[in-house]
Every structure is written in C-alpha cells, then in structure tokens.
C-alpha cells in the first residue's frame, strides 16, 4: 500500500495555505493498493484537542483511490496540525509531513510521529495596510548615515563620549565605564536632520518607507538602553526635528517607521536611574517608592532581572498596568505621542521577549490611534508557529503582527547565493513561508538581506566571516561579492514582501558584526554599479504592479537556477481584487557557467516578452506551451510581457 499527499497541491488542498476562521478546508489522500482500505481517517489537533474525521472516495480508478474530507476550520483563530491514517486488513499506515517539516510531499510510515502539517487560522478581519505593502524600505542607523549641524558642530551630551570629527574615521572599541561589554558611546553626528537633507536621494533610490533604529533619549549610540520614550535623544535633534522629518518625508511619498525597544530600559535612565545621573534619590533602583518600581523584578535588592543577563538592560513587567498606560494606553501614551506627531508606525524589538497578551494591546490601541498604522516585529524564525519560553506565539493569527522581519528570506537566499544549498532546497522553504503565513502577513513581509544585527551582506557574500572586523575583501573577491549582491537584490526586488534595504548596503558597505556593520556612509566612495542596479530594480517594482501584489509562482528550480512568475490570475491580484497589468518571469543564474532551463507554461505560445535588467534588447517567445531561457553565469533576468497599461 502507497499513500500520497502534497499540502501545496491544489488536487489534495483546498483552498492553499493560511485561510480565514471559519472556512472549509477540503483535504484529499491517495491510496494506492489492490485492496481497498477498510477506513482512512484525518486526524486533526488543535486548541480542543484530538479528532478524527472519516475519508470518503471520490476518485476509483481501481488501484488508485482518492479520498477525501471536509474540514471546518471553526471560528478560533489557532493552529490546526492534521495527518493521515489507513487502516488495512494486515496493516494500519500513517501519512503526515515531512521530516523538516516544510509542507508539501509528506512521508508513510507504520507508526505515527510528530510532524504533521500545519494549517494556520488566523481572524478574518485581520488586514495589513496597503499603503506599506506597496513601498519600499530603508533601514538607517542614525549616528551613521548623515549629519547636518550648526555652528557649534556635533553635540556632546555626556562628557564621556567619544566624537569622531572625522566622518570617514575608524570604527573603535570602547569599554563601558560601569558595566561589562562595549560602551557603544562613540558618535559620529548623523543625525535627523541629515535624513531630511538626504531625503532626495533616498526617493531617487525608490524608497517609501524609512525605520529608523531607536532614536529616544539613550546612552549609546544604538539607542536601545532607552532613557526617556517621549524625548529625541539631543544627539540626533529636537521633538520639532522629528516632527518636520516626517512632514517632508511625506511630501516624498515615505512614512516613518519607529523602533519600540518595550521588554526592557536602560539602566541609566530615568525610569532606572542606577549610577544616579538623573537625581541621587530617583529612579526604581534608588527609591524603593519611586512609581517606575513595579515596573522591574528585583531578585534581591540590588539584584534585578536584565535583558539575557546585560546589567545595563534591566528587564520591565510588560503587563504592570502602570507601564501599559505609560507605553500604550495613556492619552499621551508612547506609541500614540509619536504617532500624533508623524510617525507611521512602529517595528517591535525582540517580540519574543514581549508577552503575547502586550502586543495584542499594542496592536488595538495603535490600530484605534490610526488604522493604517503598521506594527512589525522582530521574530528571526517562522513566526506561523514560533514558540518562545515554552509558548506556542500568536503573532500572525491576526490579532497582533502585521509583518515581521523576514530572516528566513535572507537564509534562504544568502545560502543559495553562496552555495551552501540549491535552488530546490531554497524553493521548498520559501513556499512552506507562503503555505503557513496569511497572505496578507507574507506580502508585508519586511525582507532583509543585512541588518543592524548582522554582518554586512557584501562581505558575506565575498566569503568573510562574522568576525571579519574591518577588513576588506580583496578586489577578486570584491567583485564576486558584487555580482552574487546584485543577484540577492534582483531576488529581494522581485519577491513577495517588502524589499527592505540597510543603509549603505547599496552602494557596497563592508564589515564584520557589531559594531563594524554600523560604518559610517560613504557619501564620496560608492560604488556606481551598484547603486545603478538598486536605482534600476527600485524603479522597476515600483512600474510594475504584479511584482507588488501578484501571484508567486515558482516555474524553474534546480542545482543553480530559480525562476519564477510574477501575475494576476483572471484579472485579480493575490488578494483578490480586480488588477491588471504585466506579467514578470523572474530568473537566477547564481553559477559560474551558462545554465538553459526550460519549462512548461501554457499561456506560452505566441507570448513574447522583453528583457528589462539589462543593457540590451532582448526578446523572449513562448513556443508550444514552454519556456527556453539562457542564463549566463551569474545573472538575472526579468522577461515582461505587457497585457495592458499599469496601474
């Protein structure tokens, strides 16, 4: 007896992936033996436990039977996990996913195991905004990408800091003066200002929305020791600053994404106060009395639980009632405060840390202060089903997240570039992605290919390690890094999600991790290749609505090539609603030789699409129900066949 069932097969489910609380779900299972089963069951485990429901057939075509069942997903928004069983005469067989667990082609045996498949239920109300969906994203650290001063030049709030004059100096390391680890408080003097000034550039690159790393009142540089939520750190500028940040951003087309660092303050604050620079006798460390105390968990006074263990980071109660109306539900509450004055949403540091119960609070009074505010977190697996400290996560059941930062893409992506896996292996993973997320989580997907939390992606790519530091790659390896960078951003452009560039990585920054990937950037030393390509596939997704809100449909993966279509399905876009426009075949070459792929695609004959990546002109024709490409080695391409005017 052989059973088969594919999860990402619209033959065995229907409808594909995440689906709304109160849908049917029809699930099928082929059987393949001389004699007909005595029963087939779905078994399926949720939030009320086990049930078995029974499979009917309704293909026989002898020794090939197809079963198949109704399942009502309910009206909770949860997890369902199913598998299959068989019983025979002489033997009972089990059916679920595979042993990665990735969806798809699932594995027999005569046992029952763990990994069944997942459906993800989420609310049906539960909407994205699609203004950020259709944007896209620049990350700056603020010290490090531009500074505009006065007179006076550069600030120094605290006497112990470090002041580079020279934009285009060395990183260095400086010890903390109180606590173990760096002090981070060297600065350079990028600041809000400098943003606005570069506000040009950044729409040129395609950009409409920034995030902008921490910018409250800190000790560091990163900013995310925060002393005070509801002031701009004097380094970066003024309340007014911020205010007239966002009122030119808009003029440009670009919203402002703000960093909510909420599990934990720093130690030197004034809600904390330890080394007193706030007063001798305020702050939760210094005054048992103070309102700020109930806000921390002190072990045994002065010991205090802190953020995996940085004393300079202590831990907070989210769910103290004093801090959620201080942080979400005050009149002048921390989210609200900066929305009112022009911020368009919020990115959720370390949302593990966060209680599920805080970020749906979160959420609701965001959504009531403006609906199309956008909330992502930071959640570094799949975060359909992440568990934290023991607890299954609720980020994408629609009543939380709208997006999180999307590593899983960069793993993928970075690992086929690099060869560590091939194109099938990268394919299976990104359509489990598309299987367990909402469609309208998986396309506001914040896609990353470097971060302020990892090494810079070209000297990744140039095979450097993490612990690179400042070194450089040789010109060899330079140019080999550039070109898998352009094959990464082509991915990045033309993929599902919000393409989210980190500063600098478009003009070809390098380092190691922290802090050598917080460089300053180099306004006078870009690399102008580079940036053409960014320039050129910013422009590009922007025209093109099917790479925004079309259907992603793999077409091509084997050993060093990925393609892929971009379209409309009967004149719809993915989310249903009525689009029109082209139709994009995306194409990865990330080998060393010319590669040829061909591949079925029945609307193919007598279609003739054009080539817009590169310099010259160049037509492809459909003939007889396929596609032929010609790859070069390490190449991408985007065929476009036009079927009316964009939108």
């Not at 990937?517 to 306004?523: A, E, L, Q, S, V």
Request: aromatic residues 14%.
């Amino acid at each position: 007896m052989k059973l088969f069932h594919n999860s990402q097969d619209l033959r065995y489910r229907t409808p594909f992936g995440a689906v709304p609380a109160g849908t049917t779900v029809v699930l099928r299972m082929q059987v393949i033996s001389e004699k007909e089963p005595q029963k087939v069951w779905l078994r399926v485990f949720g939030k009320d436990g086990q049930a078995q429901f029974p499979m009917e057939i309704v293909e026989d075509g002898g020794h090939k039977r197809l079963y198949e069942t109704e399942l009502f997903t309910g009206n909770t928004p949860q997890l369902l996990w199913y598998d299959f069983i068989v019983e025979g005469k002489e033997e009972t067989l089990y059916y679920f996913n595979n042993a990665d667990g990735l969806g798809g082609v699932g594995q027999m045996a005569s046992s029952p195991a763990a990994n069944s498949y997942q459906i993800t239920v989420y609310a049906p109300q539960y909407h994205t905004p699609a203004w950020f969906r259709e944007r896209i994203m620049y990350q700056i650290f603020p010290d490090r990408f531009f500074g505009v001063h006065g007179p006076e030049g550069i600030p120094r709030k605290r006497e112990d800091y470090m002041i580079h004059y020279d934009w285009h100096e060395p990183l260095s390391f400086q010890r903390h003066p109180y606590e173990d680890g760096p002090a981070c408080n060297d600065f350079y003097g990028g600041n809000l200002r400098g943003i606005m000034q570069k506000l040009p550039y950044l729409k040129r690159l395609g950009v409409g929305v920034l995030y902008l790393n921490p910018i409250f009142d800190a000790y560091s540089n990163h900013k995310y020791d925060t002393a005070d939520y509801k002031t701009i750190d004097p380094m970066f500028g003024t309340e007014e600053d911020f205010a007239l940040l966002c009122k030119e951003a808009e003029k440009y087309g670009i919203g402002i994404i703000l960093d909510g660092v909420f599990s934990h303050t720093g130690a030197d604050s004034i809600y904390f106060n330890k080394y007193g620079s706030y007063g001798e006798h305020t702050g939760a460390w210094r005054d048992p009395n103070s309102p700020y105390r109930p806000w921390y968990q002190f072990t045994d006074y002065p010991n205090y639980n802190s953020w995996w263990g940085c004393s300079n980071l202590p831990n907070v109660n989210e769910m103290e009632p004093s801090y959620l109306d201080y942080i979400l539900r005050d009149k002048d509450a921390v989210i609200k405060r900066w929305i009112h004055r022009g911020a368009s949403g919020w990115r959720l540091d370390v949302a593990d840390e966060l209680p599920d119960e805080f970020i749906k609070m979160c959420r609701k009074e965001l959504k009531k202060e403006n609906p199309e505010a956008v909330l992502i977190g930071e959640v570094w697996e799949d975060a359909s089903h992440k568990t934290a400290y023991g607890k299954e996560r609720e980020y994408l059941l629609g009543e939380e997240l709208d997006s999180v930062m999307n590593y899983p893409f960069k793993e993928q992506v970075l690992g086929f570039l690099m060869g560590w896996w091939d194109a099938a292996a990268m394919s299976r993973r990104i359509m489990s992605q598309l299987e367990n997320y909402p469609i309208e989580t998986a396309y506001s997907l914040m896609n990353i290919l470097g971060t302020h939390d990892t090494m810079r992606v070209k000297s990744l790519l140039g095979g450097m390690n993490e612990d690179c530091g400042a070194s450089r790659l040789s010109s060899g390896m330079e140019e080999l890094a550039s070109q898998r960078l352009m094959l990464g951003v082509f991915m990045q452009m033309t993929f599902y999600g919000v393409p989210c560039i980190y500063y600098g990585d478009e003009v070809g920054m390098q380092g190691g991790k922290d802090p050598f990937n917080r460089g300053t950037f180099p306004w006078r030393a870009v690399d102008p290749q580079l940036l053409s390509w960014y320039k050129k596939l910013g422009a590009l997704r922007n025209r093109l609505s099917c790479l925004r809100r079309g259907y992603f449909e793999p077409v091509y993966a084997r050993n060093d090539v990925y393609a892929y279509l971009r379209r409309f399905r009967g004149g719809r876009n993915v989310f249903g609603d009525k689009d029109g426009g082209s139709l994009a075949l995306c194409a990865v070459n990330r080998g060393f030789e010319e590669q040829t792929a061909v591949f079925a695609l029945p609307e193919a004959e007598g279609m003739v699409m054009r080539e817009c990546c590169g310099g010259a002109k160049e037509i492809l024709e459909g003939r007889q129900e396929e596609i032929k490409l010609t790859l070069p080695p390490l190449t991408a391409k985007m065929y476009v066949w036009k079927q009316k005017k964009e939108k």
